[in-house]
């Protein structure tokens, strides 16, 4: 690994303080929890910042050169007995891509078993790059997202309906379910908006989304055990996706002559396509969830991308948070998969009856 330059590294320090300061409304002597997955020079930058800014700050590596299938009790149980006030998880994996994919189910069990439940703000990073942080989204207009984000959280309250279209061919209506809100990353300060003691949001920042998980008690057939699972609620859609851009848990872009697409009725995934046998990986870990815990896969989130320095880049941390795009993912038990939507035309329709175009091509309206 090649070592940041002092220029590089002062341009993310900087964005790391705005973000503790604007997004994590962090004081002087607050606690903070650094988390690295073979990130040690993001993970050093952002130990700069928590000094800089007096913050009492830890670090907790995790090491394993394999796979994570749960992360260690040792820092479960720091987080849930000795709570700092925030924290930030830098997980890179620029050197073993398949392994994001292949830690979902951890990563989905930490923030929903573990964040949540304890008074938290946490920023989470799955598949940071020094990219990412120095010519990338980190570099953002915090200020301006969190305008937009405001304005677009306003348009979308009293939502009856949502209709999404694009040029690729998605053509998709999803019926409100009142017990989903949307909420931002652009703020992260607890409690979340369904009530729960802590609150997460991804680094960088820059996505409106609409999505909630139940803790349910399951059945794995393969160990024949019954486990607590988070599985989301159902967004009820009907229609279809064209994923021609990028998809969470493939690291490269898609062939837009091969996109990946879902075909959903009344919520539920009836059809996952692709003609590109490199996604084959994204259909083999829905079909997984859906044999080990026998449950259907649903739509399970509504993403809006508001970061005007997010590029098109294979990453879906930062891809889903372009602004002029949208992102609607497939969830299941330890699976959720995000299929970006390039210049969506967005339509509200709300309980009064009236209808808003809120975005059109990608354009805020």
């Given amino acids: 690994m090649k070592k940041i330059q002092s220029k590089n590294l002062n341009k993310i320090v900087t964005k790391l303080e705005e973000f503790m300061v604007y997004s994590q ?6 606690t903070y929890l650094i988390i690295n997955r073979n990130s040690p020079e993001l993970t050093n930058a952002a130990q700069t910042a928590a000094e800089n800014l007096g913050l009492d700050a830890a670090r907790f590596d995790l090491l394993s050169k394999k796979p994570y299938k749960v992360f260690p009790k040792k820092l479960l149980n720091l987080l849930q007995e000795r709570t700092p006030k925030a924290g930030i998880s830098l997980f890179n994996y620029d050197e073993n891509p398949d392994w994001n994919l292949k830690e979902v189910g951890a990563r989905i069990n930490f923030l929903y078993q573990i964040i949540e439940q304890v008074p938290i703000s946490w920023a989470h990073s799955p598949g940071i790059t020094m990219d990412m942080a120095i010519n990338g989204p980190l570099q953002c207009n915090y200020k301006q997202i969190a305008k937009d984000s405001d304005k677009l959280i306003a348009q979308l309250k009293n939502k009856k309906r949502i209709h ?3 040029p690729a061919g998605t053509n998709i209506e999803i019926k409100s379910n009142q017990q989903i809100k949307f909420d931002t990353d652009c703020t992260i300060i607890p409690p979340n908006v369904y009530g729960k003691p802590g609150k997460f949001g991804n680094l960088p920042v820059g996505e409106l989304h609409c999505q909630k998980s139940r803790t349910i008690q399951v059945l794995n057939n393969k160990t024949k055990r019954k486990e607590n699972q988070p599985y989301p609620l159902k967004q009820v859609a009907n229609g279809t996706i064209f994923c021609d851009v990028t998809v969470g848990g493939y ?5 837009p002559e091969k ?3 879902a075909h959903f009725k009344d919520g539920i995934l009836t059809k996952l396509e692709c003609k590109d046998p490199a996604l084959n990986s994204i259909k083999k870990d829905i ?3 859906q044999k080990i815990y026998g449950l259907p896969t649903v739509l399970e989130e509504i993403g809006i991308g508001l970061n005007e320095k997010a590029r098109i880049t294979g990453n879906m941390l930062e891809d889903e948070k372009i602004k002029g795009t949208c992102h609607l993912a497939l969830g299941n038990i330890r699976s959720h998969v995000d299929m970006l939507i390039n210049k969506p035309t967005i339509t509200v329709e709300y309980q009064n009856g009236t209808k808003k175009q809120i975005i059109t091509k990608g354009q805020l309206t």
């Fill in 259 to 261: 996109p990946l697409i």
């Fill in 251 to 255: 690291t490269g872009k898609i062939d």
């Fill in 287 to 289: 079909l997984s969830s």
């Fill in 164 to 166: 999404i279209s694009a």
């Fill in 25 to 30: 409304k962090l004081k002087s002597n607050d």
